[in-house]
């Protein structure tokens, strides 16, 4: 009997039914989605135009190839390009946030010919060849993928920034706020720099927005705070709320000819009916504005509530590390609270709701983890 590679530790529960920010399990339980499978449930779960969006597709065709015209694509590209703010960046579509980032790598080294990359301590950029060359984390790192041209720096070092990007670097691939090295937020001056010394080298500056995009933190791409271009932005989880999507905006200065990119799936029909199904509700919705409001009201509470060691984030991307380890907070907040949360590290609780998520949800929150943190031996 074929079992499944054993590569996740599992909870033991399974959600059956979803609706907005609530899961239900097989009991009939019901639990508080804070978390969004990893910042993937971006406008809801099971949202009504999501739901129709896909099921009127699904009757008409769900797949071909990109052979063919596919005008969905055209139609997403273009409201991406809108709520952006980058309506004169091309889109390629791919299947996830590791694709989105091997090919971004790909286009930079296409354009200038170069090998060397910067990456940044504590960065997680996918798990294919070239995404985990770029990952810091040599658990996931196997011999056979290469990684002798790339070179990490301190993230949000501004000296070490100016030194180590010089004229033999092909990209510098940065996250505007690191999800899985504990929602590390990007200063300014720091992307400002990265942006500075890419132009002055002539290397290729890569936003991975897999995590922080999308409007999580408040406005579409987190580093639009800091008021930087990016040559390539790559995006994926909050892009099609659940359904497999990834994408690779490029700037104008990038030539496309055939054969440089391709892909099978990237770019079905079910994906784009996704992806322009969830750009359709955030707009129509205001999540990008409640996602921002959301986020200070989330901030606000936990600051109230207090007990610790750093709070970080923007909008609906938070991190809240403490001095202790936070595995058994975490089960009482699943077990006791019925309140889904993730982590990052040992000491990092990490909250990444849907952008649509209420004051409703997130009282249950404060409330359990007041509860929670005041029980803890000080």
């Not at 990834?246 to 994906?271: D, E, Q, R, W």
């Not at 989330?298 to 109230?304: L, S, V």
Request: charged content about 20%.
């Amino acid at each position: 009997m074929t079992h499944l590679f054993d590569v996740y530790p599992l909870y033991d529960i399974e959600p059956v039914k979803a609706r907005g920010s609530y899961l239900w399990d097989q009991n009939g339980t019901k639990y508080t989605d804070l978390y969004g499978g990893h910042a993937v449930i971006s406008v809801g779960h099971c949202h009504p135009y999501y739901v129709e969006m896909l099921t009127k597709q699904m009757n008409a065709i769900s797949f071909y190839s990109n052979s063919v015209r596919i005008s969905l694509q055209e139609e997403l590209a273009e409201k991406l390009g809108e709520l952006s703010g980058y309506p004169d960046y091309r889109l390629f579509l791919c299947n996830s946030g590791a694709e989105a980032n091997e090919n971004a790598l790909k286009l930079a080294s296409f354009h200038n010919g170069r090998t060397k990359v910067i990456a940044f301590n504590k960065a997680f950029h996918g798990r294919t060849a070239g995404a985990v060359a770029v990952t810091d984390n040599p658990a996931i790192v196997a011999p056979v993928n290469y990684n002798q041209h790339v070179t990490f720096l301190p993230y949000n070092d501004i000296e070490a920034a100016e030194t180590g990007i010089t004229d033999e670097v092909c990209a510098v691939i940065v996250e505007g706020i690191q999800g899985v090295g504990g929602i590390h937020v990007a200063t300014d001056e720091f992307l400002q720099t990265l942006r500075r010394r890419c132009d002055e080298t002539g290397a290729v500056l890569i936003l991975d927005s897999v995590q922080c995009g999308f409007g999580r933190t408040g406005k579409f791409f987190s580093h639009q705070f800091s008021g930087i271009d990016p040559d390539l932005m790559t995006m994926a989880k909050g892009m099609g709320n659940g359904f497999p999507i990834g994408g690779v905006l490029i700037s104008p200065k990038f030539k496309a000819s055939y054969g440089m990119l391709g892909t099978t799936f990237g770019g079905n029909h079910l994906a784009c009916a996704a992806g322009v199904a969830v750009l359709d509700i955030m707009k129509s919705e205001n999540l990008i504005e409640n996602a921002a409001r959301m986020g200070e009201y989330f901030m606000e509470g936990i600051r109230r509530v207090g007990g610790y060691k750093e709070l970080r984030g923007r909008g609906l991307m938070i991190g809240i590390e403490y001095d202790f380890p936070v595995k058994d907070l975490r089960n009482k907040l699943l077990f006791e609270h019925k309140l889904f949360t993730g982590v990052a590290g040992a000491n990092t609780i990490r909250l990444l709701p849907s952008l649509a998520i209420g004051t409703e949800e997130a009282d249950a929150f404060l409330k359990a983890l007041e509860v929670e943190i005041s029980q803890v031996p000080n």
